[in-house]
């Protein structure tokens, strides 16, 4: 019976045209029935007369089909080859590229990691796992697939977690490199043996042997040698950092780790790479496919047809094991099942492999050396998360997988990121090779859905709030509906400690909308405080947040405080009067004092104090801002008022240690109209921090909790003077 052999994608002629030929050369093989598909029918169409060629040629007893319907030439297939581009290379490789160009990112090859891996993957994922969905209903059975899309990693990782039948990665960079290792050590290549590991395009030479001997020194030696080490610029600068010679070229190598396109021009040019390389390669390509067309037909004037001998590509060697039960050893990517201890299992590893009748069998490797093994997931982090994008949808995995790449985060800072990503997304999705993802709360790595679209209430004490029994307070429900339909919920507000009768009311919110609904509640005795009020409803998709009441903090004359950041004491101070006004004695611990503008404090970093002051809960409040002493510009403690107007009549003493410094604050009676006879009034004392201590950053603190700088005159502090 004979086996039918798939290509999917033999529109890319040429290398189909490889290994539809070495298949048939294989005489075990050569009555095969070999499967042409292809999207693009014309593609297609000079494929299949490129196939009957090398049938005739070779003059073996195959046949050749072909068709557009992938479940077709998929059917009672043994053996399904991929070799698809989704997009091709206009217009989706061309977005690849100049989307990044813009925001200042430089790529080479763009097919593998970095953004154009990421959104290569997101394109061909959807695609590939079409094809193994196919080959898991309609497939011959144990049908194998061998793929050779890039970006290799992220297939083949997909494949596995999405549909798990059986599949190898296949890709020449071993086959290639061990060629180009004999070469720069001048050995017989039939001498050389190696043993490889590692991920698609990023596996390392562990070993590479002369004759049984340790051939690394002769690497080692050829890295010193300028003409040697000018073949390979960025692989032998690697080998030189890690110890260990990686197989893919210095183009990929280049945009897979931060330290080299990201540095500039010069170090470009230092290490000869060539960006935007896989857009010069394309384009010559198009540019010369008619005569290629004819090349590969065999027409024109005394044009001879060939076949090429046998390749170094895997494929056809994987099939004859395996249909012949004659053991191989090729390198390809499989699912990491123990096989390289020190990686994450279930990613897509490359090590060497066992083909025979009992299929793939990959070889334990155990742990790579420990700086091989964190380079590699420098980039198997950024895999994982594409896979994640492609298979669920979430859109912020791909925010995330950008983030993580090592070439981007080295170049682009994340608000750039981002937007590349949104402008990517966009354009592929216009061109029609992405689909849909979940969206994000905007602006954020957090889908929407569930957080972004919840349904949130809260209940705000907004007037100062009256802790005696039998009287009545004002508090505020408000319910922000993020959903995109109505609501019509039903809420109840209770006390623990039972301090108030049940309320309960409803809300209409429309979808988008906010809503606030004044809530009356009743004292039912006296208490001393603090008064935890709780919202609550029975639906699941409302986020529902009380509020806790606090008794308002009183200060006798001369009364203390400590306030703190982060659980440390980041002011300490003391509120008193005499004949003249306040006086405000405060220790800030600032050990990096910063004087910056008024309007700027609690905003941005800097150092600086706001001091509110009302008369009563009905009265204006008065606020001024203490900025500490420049002393590196000779400039002095200064006070502004809130429309940051220098204010004269207050008087400030300042005592700096270089780790904080002390304020002696006086604000004259008639700058606040306050009568000096009068009983208390309300205030608060609010600081920012630039630096506290030697291991923390600033941040904003405040006597009343409140750490905006907007005015909550309920949360207030009542000093009193009588």
């Known amino acids: 019976m004979r086996n039918k052999i798939t290509i999917i994608g033999a529109g890319s002629v040429i290398f189909a045209k490889k290994l539809i030929g070495d298949i048939l050369q294989f005489s075990e093989l050569a009555d095969s029935e070999i499967c042409l598909m292809d999207i693009d029918p014309q593609r297609l169409k000079i494929a299949e007369a490129m196939a009957r060629k090398i049938v005739a040629t070779l003059a073996v007893p195959a046949i050749v089909t072909a068709t557009t319907n992938r479940t077709d030439s998929i059917r009672n297939a043994s053996y399904v080859i991929c070799t698809i581009q989704v997009g091709g290379y206009e217009p989706s490789t061309v977005v690849d590229f100049e989307i990044p160009a813009k925001y200042g990112l430089k790529q080479t090859i763009a097919d593998t990691l970095g953004i154009g891996g990421i959104f290569r993957s997101l394109r061909t994922i959807p695609k590939i796992i079409e094809i193994a969905q196919d080959i898991e209903k309609v497939g011959h059975t144990n049908c194998l697939l061998l793929n050779y899309s890039n970006p290799m990693a992220t297939n083949c990782w997909a494949v596995d977690r999405a549909v798990g039948i059986p599949h190898i990665g296949l890709c020449h960079s071993v086959q290639g490199t061990s060629k180009n290792l004999a070469n720069y050590t001048r050995l017989n290549y039939e001498d050389v043996t190696y043993k490889v590991a590692g991920i698609n395009h990023m596996a390392f030479f ?43 070229s210095s183009e990929h190598q280049s945009e897979y780790v931060p330290y080299f396109i990201h540095h500039g021009e010069e170090m470009i040019q230092k290490f000869g790479i060539p960006i935007d390389e ?4 394309c ?18 004037k005394n044009a001879v047809f060939e076949v090429e001998p046998q390749s170094h590509e895997y494929g056809s060697y994987i099939i004859y094991a395996q249909e012949t039960n004659t053991p191989t050893v090729v390198y390809g990517n499989v699912p990491n099942r123990g096989l390289i201890t020190n990686l994450p299992d279930g990613c897509c590893v490359e090590v060497p492999c066992l083909i025979d009748s009992n299929g793939v069998q990959p070889t334990h490797i155990g742990k790579l050396p420990p700086q091989l093994a964190a380079i590699c997931r420098s980039n198997v982090s950024t895999q994982e998360l594409t896979v994640e994008a492609a298979l669920t949808g979430k859109r912020e995995s791909i925010y995330h997988a950008a983030m993580m790449d090592p070439h981007t985060a080295a170049t682009l800072p994340l608000d750039k990121i981002w937007a590349m990503c949104d402008e990517m997304i966009e354009a592929h999705q216009k061109d029609g090779f992405l689909g849909e993802f979940e969206p994000t709360i905007p602006n954020t790595g957090r889908g929407f859905k569930g957080v972004g679209d919840r349904i949130i209430a809260t209940l705000e004490a907004q007037d100062a709030f009256v802790f005696e029994g039998g009287s009545q307070n004002t508090i505020k429900a408000t319910i922000e509906n993020n959903g995109d339909t109505d609501l019509q919920g039903d809420f109840s507000i209770s006390a623990t400690c039972g301090s108030i009768a049940p309320v309960n009311f409803q809300a209409n919110v429309a979808a988008g909308e906010t809503t606030s609904v004044p809530i009356s509640v009743e004292l039912k005795t006296t208490i001393e405080g603090p008064l935890d009020l709780n919202l609550s409803t029975e639906s699941s998709n409302i986020l529902c947040k009380g509020v806790l009441i606090q008794p308002r903090k009183i200060l006798q004359n001369g009364g203390a405080f400590s306030i703190e950041l982060a659980g440390i004491e980041a002011i300490r101070g003391q509120v008193s009067y005499d004949e003249s006004g306040l006086i405000f004695d405060l220790a800030i611990e600032d050990s990096n004092i910063v004087p910056t503008a008024p309007s700027n404090l609690g905003v941005t970093s800097g150092s600086g104090i706001d001091v509110l002051i009302a008369v009563n809960d009905e009265s204006e409040t008065k606020a001024f801002t203490i900025v500490p002493a420049d002393t590196k510009n000779k400039i002095p403690a200064q006070a502004f008022n809130d429309v940051n107007q220098p204010v004269s009549g207050i008087s400030i003493s300042q005592s700096d ?19 000096p006879k009068q009983s208390e009034i309300l205030l608060d004392v609010r600081g920012s921090i630039n630096a506290l201590g030697d291991a923390h950053s600033g941040g904003c603190v405040s006597l009343s909790g409140i750490f905006l700088r907007h005015e909550v005159r309920s949360r207030f502090v009542k000093l009193m003077l009588a």
């Open 206 to 248: 562990l070993e590479f042997q002369y004759r049984g001997q340790d051939a690394y020194p002769l690497l080692f030696k050829a890295l010193e040698n300028p003409a040697t080490f000018a073949q390979d610029k960025v692989r032998f600068e690697m080998m030189r950092r890690l110890g260990y010679f990686v197989t893919e």
């Open 657 to 675: 240690t270089g780790i904080n410094y002390s304020l002696n604050i006086r604000i004259p009676y008639d700058l606040i109209n306050l009568d």
């Open 283 to 300: 384009e010559i390509v198009i540019a010369t496919w008619q005569q290629q067309e004819r090349d590969l037909l065999g027409e024109g």
């Open 278 to 281: 896989y857009r010069r390669r």
